[in-house]
């Protein structure tokens, strides 16, 4: 049953990521992020009064409050599908490690720590990133672009970097207290996702806010796919903490970080065209990232 739940899950993801990296590429962030996650609440609250799963909680409030800053985690997340795709999903895995040590401190999974390969996973990962970094095309350090990608401003690899490096910390802490919230808190699995997301709403709202001149403008075809971003994020949060509930952690995060590298990696280097942008260095690096993900697999197997 869990390993039915982890496939559906990178079915989901997958996805999202491709929506994302459409919308990162074209839409204001601020407005995306915050419609996403709108999208996301009244669905996660429509779900749980719809299946008799409404539960008023005021410990539950806490799922609120990780829901809330986890939110950035989406938001950070568009920086990063914008410059690229495939080393986003590359480092990403990150993530599930740092929520795995957690796990081994306070859950008591200490052998995580014990085990070579999941360090040597872990060296690789950070080793993919400086070689990518090295394997830059042009010498002012941004990616030589394809034809057909510089219709927009991609950023920078600095700007990637940051961002990147707030979606591990941020989803890493989250994915933590994901795990808490299934087996301690004893959250009812289809209410969970009405919390996480109703606080992630609000967690993104001041950002909005703050930047109301360039995010109130005309609403193009592309907006359309932000709802639909909305609902994978459901979908993908509600399987997520299913399998948290049925596998332990040190389990399910390199099963999951094996596979949203792997799917989001292939569509990067084919579906957006991210090969042409590339150098032989740079793809030297996506296979060291790609064997420290499958270390993490081999890891707990």
Known sequence: MGILGILAYLSVWSTHQIVGTVIARGLPRERSTFVMYA????????LALATGSAVLNAGFLLVSFVGGYQAWVGY??????RYSLTLTSVVLPLRFVLSAALAAVFLGEAELYRDPFMMLGVILLFVATILFR???????????????????????FGQWLLAISVMVVLAGTAGFAMKYFASELEVPRLAFPSYWYSGAVIGIAPVLLLNRAKNFVRVSRRDFLVPLRGATAIGQITLEFVVYQLLPL????????????VLPVGIGLI?????????????AALAVGFTGALLLVVART
């Open 39 to 46: 999208t996301a609440a009244i669905l996660g609250v429509s």
């Open 250 to 261: 040190a389990v399910a995060a390199p099963s999951l970080a094996f596979g949203t590298t």
């Open 134 to 156: 090295k394997g830059e095309k042009t010498p002012d350090g941004n990616v030589s672009l394809a034809p057909a990608t510089q219709m927009c401003d991609r950023g920078t």
């Open 271 to 283: 579906g957006f065209g991210e090969r042409k942008e590339v150098s032989r260095l740079q793809l």
């Open 76 to 81: 950070a997340e568009l920086f990063a599908l």
